[in-house]
């Protein structure tokens, strides 16, 4: 035997022990039949049925006649000869069930062995005690015959009829052999010694006795039925034997519809009889035997079969894999490293044939940057002699110059002649290289940028330090510089008024007054500038803020100041935020002051406070029915000390 032939047959040996371990094969039956074979025996037993049937019809169409002489004993050979066909085959049936079903045990199918080891003796018996044949122990007779004969056809019904209907023989073989010895003893005894206990069966001149045709038609009964469920229950898995019991099931009731009317041994039916069962145990012979001797060549064909399936399944995973490899290398005894499989990821990634690398590894390794070689090289020696998993990650160049990088992952095994042997996949990691060197190059713009950024918050944190001591300067300029000046004017013009007014005109008082007024709205006018710088240095404190409860209070401060005004308010019940409520104070008593400020000249001023949710932000709003004004000059709205109208028309410092 060749080593390529050897090592196959050990490969799908071990795929059949692994199958048989899945329960695939190996359960003492023939493996699943397939569909075309499954249809093949189901025709086949329909062909053995109805050609069964036709010589069943020409038989009972036939009128009966002697086909031998009485006493010749040309019929004695014919029948010995169809008897010892159907005792071999009982035996072959028997020998062959113990063998094939004993792993694992089927306590249904061992009926086999004790029905058809009882048949083969009862049926060999029955031939033996033919009338014409020499004695058995007492005088061969026909009666002896027949009741030898029911005995066999009986167990034969019963036993069909148990492996049809699955039913559960003993635990234990030796007890059912036992059972079986004991009864085939008794039938022996009853039908050598006591056969006159027996309802007669036979009668000289007259031929059957009705109790074996009822005898008969019981067994036609008993084998169609046993026919019927072997049929019905013909499962893919034992398809080929169930069709072929079936068959022989329904050709033995054709058989013993024959059996039931003869008058004589050598009449027709009664030879033309065993026809019937010589093709019943051909189909019996076909169902265990042949189905036997098949069995193992069945299942290595299916086992190889499955071993070729799951290879294809494996080679297409591994050549399916998107920017992978899968490998298994060893390291042969001379230190060299030669691949046993490459898939074809090896193209994608090498730019080489797995057929080139398998032929020459220098191929592969020679891609690896002499950068990362010896670092490779080391991580796979440590592999080797620790039988831990290797892993590395390296660039290859490949044959058209370009560089990437590749991550190997392997797992060793060492093999009984001491070799060792990774099975591994390499993956393309260049982009994630590129993506984390990426990544990192962000990370430290961001750590540069944050740097900055703190800088910048240094320096505008100074600007602003300086910047709120020079307006706290300013503050206190105008605190002391500007308003003395303007309290000592306003002093003196109220002395000149007082004391002086008399020696003055109408001109001069005048002036005074305009003098008086202009010092008033410079007063006005600083504590607004002071009110404003003192907004800007509030350091902010967040937290939920009814703008509908602050605008109720301005709203009421400032019916209290003008009773006589007509104004309609329109405030919802709350307007929750978020937000710093002494500023919130002073934004809405802007809002709303400035509100009733321009409608003062509406004899009906309607001013409304509310929020559009729809928005993002969310807007809240003061909406009144005054003046209006220019939209020219919207932008300076909001800019402190501007104003939109002249003082002369609305008071107040913008």
């Not at 018996?125 to 020499?134: D, K, Q, S, W």
């Not at 080797?384 to 058209?400: G, H, M």
């Not at 710088?533 to 209070?553: E, G, M, N, T």
């Not at 009773?563 to 935020?577: D, G, M, N, Q, Y």
């Amino acid at each position: 035997m060749s080593r390529d032939r050897a090592t196959r047959e050990a490969v799908v040996g071990a795929a059949y022990d692994q199958l048989a371990s899945y329960g695939a094969v190996g359960d003492g039956q023939a493996p699943r039949n397939e569909p075309g074979e499954v249809e093949a025996a189901r025709q086949h037993a329909l062909v053995v049925i109805l050609v069964s049937g036709g010589f069943l019809a020409l038989a009972l169409a036939m009128p009966p006649f002697r086909m031998f002489a009485e006493g010749d004993p040309a019929m004695l050979y014919v029948h010995l000869a169809l008897e010892l066909f159907a005792v071999i085959v009982s035996v072959l049936v028997a020998t062959v069930s113990w063998y094939t079903f004993d792993d694992p045990p089927r306590r249904s199918t061992d009926f086999l062995i004790y029905g058809f080891a009882a048949v083969a003796v009862l049926d060999l018996v029955h031939a033996l005690a033919y009338e014409g044949m020499p004695a058995l122990v007492t005088q061969s007779s026909t009666p002896k015959a027949i009741f030898f004969w029911l005995a066999g056809r009986i167990v034969a019904a019963v036993t069909l009829l148990a492996v049809a209907f699955d039913l559960n023989g003993p635990r234990r073989r030796w007890l059912g052999l036992l059972g079986t010895a004991v009864g085939v003893g008794v039938v022996f005894w009853l039908g050598t010694f006591h056969l006159d206990w027996m309802p007669a069966t036979f009668v000289e001149g007259l031929g059957v006795t009705p109790t074996k045709t009822f005898m008969e038609y019981a067994l036609v009964l008993a084998y169609g039925f046993a026919g019927w469920a072997f049929w019905r229950q013909a499962q893919p898995a034992e398809a080929v034997r169930r069709y072929s019991l079936s068959a022989a099931c329904f050709v033995m009731a054709m058989g013993d519809l024959v059996f039931a009317h003869y008058r004589a041994p050598s009449d027709f039916p009664n030879i033309f009889g065993h026809v019937f069962k010589v093709i019943s145990y051909a189909m019996i012979f076909r169902a265990i035997f042949v189905t036997a001797l098949r069995a193992p060549y069945d299942r290595a064909r299916a086992a190889e079969a499955e071993l070729s399936a799951s290879e294809a399944r494996l080679r297409a995973l591994a050549d399916g894999l998107p920017n992978s490899m899968v490998y298994q290398v060893t390291r042969e005894r001379n230190g060299g490293m030669r691949f046993l499989y490459v898939s074809a990821g090896a193209e994608r990634l090498h730019g080489v044939t797995p057929e080139a690398a398998i032929r020459d590894a220098s191929l592969l390794y020679g891609q690896v940057h002499e950068e990362d070689r010896d670092r490779m090289l080391l991580a796979e020696e440590r592999s080797r002699a620790q039988l831990a998993v290797f892993e590395s990650a390296v660039r290859i160049r490949r044959p058209d110059g370009e560089v990437r990088w590749v991550h190997l992952s392997s797992a060793p095994r060492r093999l009984p002649d001491g070799r060792v042997v990774w099975d591994g996949i390499e993956r393309d990691i260049t982009e994630q290289i590129r993506t984390e060197e990426l990544l990192k190059r962000s990370m430290r713009e961001v750590r540069q940028l944050n740097t900055t950024l703190e800088q910048r918050v240094l320096e505008r944190t100074r600007e602003l330090s300086r910047a709120n001591e020079e307006l706290e300067a300013f503050s206190y300029s105008v605190s002391h510089d500007l308003r003395a000046p303007v309290r000592r004017i306003s002093g003196f013009a109220r002395i000149l008024l007082e004391d002086h007014g008399e020696r003055l005109d109408e001109q001069g008082r005048a002036l005074v007054d305009r003098m008086l007024a202009a010092c008033k709205e410079m007063g006005e006018l600083i504590e607004d500038l002071l009110a404003l710088a003192s907004l800007s240095r509030h350091a902010l404190q967040i937290a939920p803020v009814d703008l509908a409860d602050l605008a109720r209070k301005v709203a009421d401060q400032l019916r209290q100041a003008n009773p006589a005004r007509k104004v309609s308010l329109v405030i919802p019940t709350k307007l929750p935020v978020q937000a710093d409520a002494g500023l919130m104070a002073v934004v809405m008593s802007n809002l709303i002051g400035n509100a009733w400020k321009f409608t003062g000249t509406r004899e009906e001023a309607r001013i409304e406070i509310g929020v559009d949710p729809g928005t993002e932000p969310v807007g809240y709003w003061v909406r009144d029915n005054g003046v209006g004004f220019d939209m020219a000059g919207a932008r300076r709205l909001f800019a402190p000390f501007q104003r939109l109208h002249g003082s002369s028309e609305f008071e107040g410092s913008g």
